[in-house]
Structure formats: C-alpha cells, structure tokens
C-alpha cells in the first residue's frame, strides 16, 4: 500500500485524545518484539554484571558483649571527698561510646600494622568504610549490650581476619588506655599525699606548740573551774549570811518589841510591925496594940534585864553578819574581774586551738582519702579493662556466601527495568510514527473512505 504522508501535529493529538485500553494493548502487541529484545537484553546485562563484572563481596561478624559497671565513687559527702572522687574515675562505659572508640582511625592504622597490611593499598578510612558496627539499641543504663563489628571485604579469609584483629585492637586499645589514666592518676596522687602529709605534720606541729605554751587551754580550764568553784563557794556564803541576817535581825526586832512591852523596874512591898496606944484604955492603964503595915521600894525588872542582854547579844550577831557579808562580797567582788579576765584569754586560745584542731582533721581526712584513693587507683591500674568489661560473644569466621552482588534481586530489577524502557519506547516510537500504513489508518485520521487498494510490485520497484 502506498504511504500516505499527512500532517504530523494532527495524528499525534487524535491520538493523545482517543487512546484507550485496546489502543494500548495494540501498541503493545505491536511493537511486542521490542520489549522482549529489551527485556532479554537487560537480563543478559544484569546477569553478565553481577556473575563476571562485579567482583563478591562477604561479610565476616564478630559479637562482644559490653558489661556496663556502675562507677560507683565515695566520699560524696564533702566537696574534698568528690574533688579527691573524680581524681581516677574508670571510664565511664556506654554504647555511643564504644561504637565511637571502634570507629577510631588509630584502631584501623593498628590493625593496617599488626597485620603487616599494605598501606598504599589499605588505609584507616578504606578500613574505615569497610565496617559497619551496630549496636543493641535495647540495652538498658547499667546492664549488658552486644556490639557487632561487621566487615566487608573481597576475600572472605581477609574480612574474617580483619573483624577478629579490630575486636582484639579495641580491646587492647581500652585497656592501654586505662592504664595510661591510672599512672598519670597514680603519679598526681602521690604527689598530692606527699604535700597532704606535710600539711598534716605542719598541723600537728603547730598543735602542739600551741598547748605546750605556758597559760595554755588546759591550764586556763583549770583555772576558770578553781575560780567559778571559788565564787560559788563564796557566794553561798553570802546566801548563808543573808538568811542568817535576816533570821537575826527579825529575833531582834522581836526582843526590842519584847522589851517595849516590859517595865524597866517592879515595886516589891515587904510587911512592917508597928505599936499604938489604946485611947479608950489609955486611962485604965491598958496595954499598947500592935499593927502591921506593907513598906514597898523599887527594883530593876529581871526579865526586862533579860530581854535587854538578849538584844544587845542580837546587834552585836547583827553587826558581825553585816561585817561578815561584806567582806564576803568584797571576796566575790575581786574574784569576778579575775575570772573574767581568764575567761576572756581562754576563749581567745580556745578559738585559736579550735582552728588549730579543724585544719588538723581536715589535713588528716585530706591525707586519708588521697590515701585510699591511691589504693583504689593502684586496683584500677590493675584491671584489665577490655578483659572484665568485655566478653567475646562470637568471633569472625571466613564466610562461604557473599552478601553482595545479589545476583536474583539484580536480574529481578533488570527485569523490570527493561519492561519498563520497552514499554516507553513503544508507545514513543507509536507517537513519533506520523505514516498511515492501513486503510484503518485513513478512515481514523483522514476520516475518508477507501474506494480501493493497489497492491505494490516488490520486484518492481527493487528493479
């Protein structure tokens, strides 16, 4: 059939417009060959790539497990017990932390040495890129986690053997590590115990040159205790005397009411005999009468003489207690400024021994800790850090399969790949043809009726 050109514009959007299912499925069918040429293609390359191309790559595993030791430090009470605490810590061990020490480029140049490995073809960051290392994202604070150092590498023996040497570095290089810490911990310690104890001799020094000096605390509190004894004793004298006073002086108002009351002098009366005469028998010669009569004088009171010596007894006891309270307080009158003076001296030295004596405990305490503390460090210096805190789960084996190229899942992308590029090649290729090939094509496009067809001559037109 001849080839009819027409308008390439025109075909293209009736096309775009009138596309449907069995359109598409013809466009398929037609340039089917074509998509199956690209699929095999792609297969053929997928499958030539990753069996002859790609060189296999395996991964070796090796597991620790991290045991995670709580650093547990004493002497928290005072700022010196956690100054002289931190001084040696172990270090504090977590996941992060362990992942980023594996991944240290000063590890993988140890393993590049200890396995005489060439440098110019091995390096810390192509060992670097070669391993992966992943943690147990479930570990709790204080418990144990497992660490899994993966390599990958061309030979199989190779990637074991470099998983196997960086598990081992590490933990050579952790315990290195903290005994490099320990000795510089041990070296300051020492230095600090030593001026700890010159402080501590300087303290003790100083104490007891402050008591052997004369007048010192002792002999001040033996001296304030004799002094107060004394005034107490005093004092209660005075008590005494005032009671004693008071009892006295009230007998004596007592005697001088008594003697208010009572008569300096009493009237005694005594009888007299007296003689008269008669009158009525004076002329008959009678004889005289005789008559008693009562003479009376004066005479001082006994019992007025009594309460008199009583009361002058009582001033003179009252006099004597006054003398007596007086010269007693003129005792406790002089005694106090003394007392006072030692007590002001003695709280002077008290306070200057007590600062004395509290730099004395604290260059001691000082001393102690630093002292333990050396001790603790000396243990620390000792531990195997990268034996106790980490245990080989597994070590690296030499895998049998590689991990990489995936051979089943690169041809299953090819696969699709190639379905995919034939498919949109089919339909480009189907826009791109602006030529009517069919008496189909000139009814769709022209929307014109066939009146006949002329079958062409190929030898014809090949001559």
């Known amino acids: 059939m001849k080839e009819v050109m027409h308008n390439s514009s025109d075909p293209r959007e009736a096309m775009l417009e009138e596309i449907d299912l ?39 595993s090796t597991s620790i497990m991290v045991v995670q030791t709580r650093n547990t430090q004493q002497y928290r009470d005072t700022g010196i017990g956690e100054t002289v605490a931190d001084l040696s810590p172990l270090p504090e061990i977590t996941i992060n932390n362990v992942v980023r020490q594996i991944k240290n480029p000063e590890i993988m140049s140890r393993v590049i040495s200890e396995l005489k490995l060439d440098r110019e073809v091995y390096t810390a960051e192509g060992l670097l890129a070669m391993m992966k290392v992943y943690s147990d ?19 199989p023996a190779l990637a074991a053997l470099l998983a196997n040497t960086i598990r081992q570095q590490y933990l050579e290089f952790v315990s290195e590590k903290n005994y ?19 402080n501590l001799n300087a303290r003790a020094e100083e104490l007891k040159k402050f008591d052997e000096q004369p007048r010192g605390v002792f002999y001040l509190e033996k001296e304030i205790d004799s002094k107060v004894s004394t005034l107490n004793h005093y004092r209660g004298i005075i008590n005494q005397l005032v009671i004693d006073y008071e009892r006295t002086l009230a007998g004596q108002e007592q005697l001088r009411q008594s003697i208010a009351e009572t008569p300096q002098f009493i009237e005694i ?7 008269q005469v008669n009158p009525e028998a004076e002329g008959s010669g009678a004889a005289l009468e005789a008559q008693e009569a009562i003479a009376t004088h004066k005479e001082l009171n006994p019992v007025y003489v009594t309460i008199s010596e009583s009361l002058s007894q009582r001033e003179t006891e009252v006099a004597e207690k006054v003398a007596q309270i007086a010269s007693t307080k003129r005792m406790v009158d002089q005694l106090q400024p003394e007392l006072d003076m030692l007590q002001a001296e003695y709280t002077e030295k008290k306070t200057r021994r007590d600062v004395i004596i509290t730099q004395l405990e604290l260059a001691n305490r000082t001393y102690n800790l630093l002292s333990e503390k050396y001790v603790q460090t000396r243990i620390s210096q000792a531990v195997d850090l990268g034996r106790t805190n980490f245990l080989t789960i597994t070590a690296a084996e030499a895998p049998k399969n590689p991990i990489k190229p995936r051979k089943e899942l690169n041809m299953a992308i090819a696969v699709v790949l190639g379905l995919m590029v034939g498919v949109f ?22 929307g014109l009726s066939v009146v006949g067809t002329i079958p062409l001559r190929r030898k014809a037109i090949r001559g």
């Not at 994202?137 to 030979?155: E, F, L, P």
């Not at 320990?182 to 104890?197: G, P, V």
């Open 22 to 60: 069995r359109s598409i499925v013809q466009v398929l069918n037609k340039w089917r060959w074509y998509i199956i040429l690209i699929v095999l293609l792609s297969l053929l390359s997928a499958g030539l790539i990753s069996f002859f191309v790609i060189e296999p790559v395996f991964e070796a």
């Open 137 to 155: 994202a479930n570990a709790r604070s204080g418990g144990s986690s497992i660490i899994d150092i993966k390599m990958q590498h061309t030979d």
């Open 180 to 198: 490099e810490q320990m000795s510089n911990s041990l070296a300051f310690l020492s230095d600090q115990i030593k001026e700890a104890e010159a």
């Open 425 to 446: 090649l089919s339909f480009f290729l189907e826009m791109m043809d602006n030529t009517i090939k069919t008496p189909d094509d000139v009814q769709k496009y022209l």
């Open 269 to 275: 009366g005594r009888p007299v005999a007296l003689q």
